[in-house]
């Protein structure tokens, strides 16, 4: 009898599932693959998060001996601390990158742009995909970087002496950061860290997807949904696509918690003017070693966070039945 039930309801979710319009399949299909992806590697992100920002507190530290930190000082919860913000924004931010992606991708065959029909395609289409995404979601990562940044009880050990303090806020969840940052700058206070992160994910994200399809392209047809497959493309595309654009996600990740960070006996703590200023700020007063730390801890996580989050999104496409497209040639 349960056995029967069981089937029922499956037929029935099934049933609903392939009511749903393709956009609308696309997009939990994306918001599926983020989320399970985001949190399969949530503790490798706070980690690499306070390698990038805490520089006078973890700089000296390998991966093994933050990792060990957080558990002293937070706990076991401590390496999911920000991964709720993480996840609330990796479901739309995903659902919209996948879906904008197959939508634009679409478009630009359909309008015949010259670009050919194929793999420049896929790096148009992915950057503006990644684009879009950030301009919609980006409130949501600055919230998860500043809920990351926090290191409970470390007031005496982490403030660096006496000529220096933290005018550091104590932020309860992502509501109150968001109202925080929104009383300090207004609507530009939510997208600070904007315009590195805006640099960096248009060749990231098409990178990615570029990487991907054209490895694609190289593998047998009947291997072609096979998680085999998906898996070491997904890596691979993550890879290189991560290693090109990471000093702009140190950038980045300092500017969204500019707030945060110590202060100087004349009362002041640096602010970024832009991109730029901050890539020459950060090479001149940290040395340009600080524009890759946590890179290490960045392979470890970007190679299964990837994987991982093509794998799902192949699966949950093919599981809701959507139809495969075909896989364009280069032209």
Known sequence: MGSSQGSTLSADVMS????????????????????????????????KILLQTRTNDFRTLGVSQSLKKVLQFDGPLGFY????????????????????????????LEKNL?????????????????????LCTYPLDLAR???????????????????????????????EVLTMAYKEGGPRGLYRGIGPTLIGILPYAGLKFYIYEELKRHVPEEHQNSVRMHLPCG???GLFGQTITYPLDVVRRQMQVENLQPMTSEGNNKRYKNTFDGLNTIVRTQGWRQLFAGLS????????SVAIGFTVYESMKSWMRIPPREISKPA
């Open 235 to 237: 890596a691979l595309a």
């Open 114 to 134: 010259p670009l050919g029909s194929g793999p420049i395609v896929d790096l148009v289409a992915g950057s503006a995909a990644g684009g879009t995404a950030v």
């Open 297 to 304: 801890i960045n392979y470890i996580k970007i190679v299964p």
């Open 81 to 108: 601390k920000g991964n709720g913000a993480s996840v609330i924004r990796i479901i739309p931010y995903a659902a919209l990158h996948y879906m904008t992606y197959e939508v634009y991708r679409d478009w630009i």
């Open 16 to 47: 609903l599932v392939d009511t749903l319009p393709v956009l609308a399949k696309t997009l939990i299909a994306g918001g599926a693959a983020g989320a399970i992806a985001k949190t399969a590697v949530a503790p490798l992100e706070r980690i």
């Open 145 to 175: 970087t500043k809920l990351a940044y926090q290191v409970s009880d470390t007031r005496q050990s982490l403030r660096g002496g006496a000529n220096g303090f933290y005018r550091q806020p104590t932020y309860s969840g992502i509501k």
